[in-house]
């Protein structure tokens, strides 16, 4: 049987119109714009409405992402949603997006794997093309990270916003599409990066609602020197598995989590700065909707062009960490 290529035939992306600027966290907690511009390169951030769920944006990307291929619902045969804010433990996000939009014909699942989240994703749908299994998967990247932070820990709710992005993945031409994925995980440094309470061993109670575990904890500085160092060697590594180096490189979209690390991580890549795409500043850390909400923006600025090859970088809580290349 000939070798099946998977690549992305539609793309989409919603965001919450609520702006939440540097100055309205200046009357929330003790920052100022300066700081949060200098150490992270986030101007602004949009956050859902208290009535909006992580599914409300996952529909709004995921209809864009199918009129761009040019199908229907109906035609879409898996769904995939990459978040970790779901509506619900169970039933699952993609459950409720399989509803919302009618696709009645599709299997839904949750992928959950933090900031990484949406290139794991993106590597489910590659391997269920590649086997001949589905022809047209539609895998979401969607946060209301708004819904876990504490907005009076200055450390975290400067970085976070709310918002969704979808792609349409369908066989391809030979030579096309993704056509490499580097994944890993650790999850002996779980602990730098976790929402405590919530899942089996911290129920929800009394104790831990005053406690605030809830809300997202994170270990800023040492998770700086992993993500760099992670970062970096994802994109090396996908790039080798098909035979590619930096030099390729037509367009890195790493996760948008601190301008600090990207520029890092493109320094060990020795990345220019023209082929690095970054919304950082108006969106912040979406987690898992972060590389896909670039990716579109990316080709609506018209930074991407047939034949190039793009690479997508994240790194989130797990610790997970992947990358893939595309050949657009």
């Known amino acids: 049987m000939a070798k099946i290529n998977a690549g992305i035939v539609g793309v989409g992306s919603y965001l919450p119109p609520r702006?939440?600027?540097?100055?309205?966290?200046?009357?929330?907690?003790?920052?100022?714009?300066e700081w949060i511009v200098s150490r992270t390169g986030i101007k602004e951030r949009?956050?859902?409405?208290?009535?909006?769920?992580?599914?409300?944006?996952?529909?709004?990307?995921?209809?864009?992402?199918i009129a761009a291929a040019g199908l229907t619902p109906r035609d879409i045969e898996v769904i995939l949603l990459a978040t970790a804010t779901p509506d619900t433990i169970f039933p699952s996000t993609a459950c409720v997006?399989?509803?919302?939009?009618k696709a009645v014909n599709a299997a839904a699942m949750d992928v959950s794997a933090a900031c990484s989240g949406f290139i794991y994703g993106l590597s489910i749908a590659k391997g269920y093309i590649a086997s001949g299994m589905y022809k047209n998967i539609l895998v979401i990247g969607a946060e209301t990270l708004s819904k876990i932070t504490n907005w009076k820990d200055r450390g975290t709710c400067v970085l976070l916003g709310d918002g969704a992005g979808a792609a349409v993945i369908r066989p391809v031409p030979e030579g096309k599409g993704i056509i490499s994925v580097y994944l890993g995980a650790d999850g002996s440094a779980g602990d730098l990066l976790k929402l405590p309470a919530g899942g089996s061993r911290l129920p929800a109670s009394h104790k831990t609602v005053e406690e605030g575990m809830h809300y997202m904890r994170m270990s800023g500085n040492e998770l700086f020197k992993i993500?760099?160092?992670?970062?970096?060697?994802?994109?090396q590594r996908a790039l080798a598995q098909c035979g590619l180096t930096c030099e390729d490189v037509a367009c890195l979209i790493p996760h948008q989590a601190n301008i600090r690390i990207i520029n890092a991580a493109a320094k060990r890549l020795k990345l220019p700065e023209e082929r690095i795409f970054l919304n950082i500043e108006k969106y912040g850390n979406i987690s898992a909707a972060s590389t896909i909400i670039g990716l579109d923006d990316a080709l609506r600025e018209?930074?991407?062009?047939?034949?190039?090859?793009?690479?997508?970088?994240?790194?989130?809580?797990?610790?997970?960490?992947?990358?893939?290349?595309?050949?657009?």
């Open 227 to 235: 993500a760099v160092k992670l970062m970096a060697e994802s994109a």
């Open 46 to 65: 949009r956050i859902a409405d208290d009535d909006v769920a992580t599914s409300d944006l996952a529909v709004e990307a995921a209809k864009k992402a």
């Open 19 to 33: 702006i939440l600027t540097n100055a309205d966290l200046e009357k929330m907690v003790n920052t100022s714009n």
């Open 302 to 328: 018209k930074r991407i062009k047939p034949g190039d090859v793009v690479v997508l970088v994240a790194f989130g809580g797990g610790l997970t960490w992947g990358s893939c290349v595309i050949k657009w």
């Open 97 to 101: 997006v399989q509803d919302k939009l």
